[in-house]
């Protein structure tokens, strides 16, 4: 078992920048991917970004350039640099990690970008 609590959400204006965090706790050590999803009303759940064990990354094509994940080497946080943030980033953000073919999920957290 994994548990995951996220943290850094809240309201930020068009242009401006927020740092996600995602503590894991539990059986860390067969985590294999890290990454985070979001889902906006009356959308689907849509992956944002993620990290694997190596160290590499994959992004959704809305958000390359402008959001970063990164873990530490314990696998116990994984970040959301989020930069340059439009109105349509505007969802709840969740956690999700990989360990042992199971995936796990944090309770989300909200980010609204809006003037």
């Known amino acids: 078992q994994v548990q995951l609590v996220e943290s850094g959400g809240g309201l930020v204006q068009p242009g401006g920048s927020l740092r996600l965090s995602c503590a894991a706790s539990?059986?860390?050590?067969?985590?294999?991917?890290m990454g985070w999803y979001r889902q906006a009303p009356g959308k689907q759940r849509e992956l944002v970004a993620t990290?694997?064990?190596?160290?590499?990354?994959d992004y959704a094509d809305s958000v390359k350039g402008r959001f970063t994940i990164s873990r530490n080497n314990a696998k116990t946080m994984v970040y959301l640099q989020m930069n340059s943030l439009k109105p349509e980033d505007t969802a709840v953000y969740y956690c999700?990690?990989?360990?042992?073919?199971?995936?796990?999920w944090g309770q989300g957290t909200q980010v609204t970008v809006s003037s």
């Open positions: 999700n990690v990989v360990a042992r073919l199971r995936s796990y």
């Open positions: 539990g059986n860390i050590f067969s985590i294999n991917r």
């Open positions: 990290i694997i064990s190596d160290g590499s990354t």
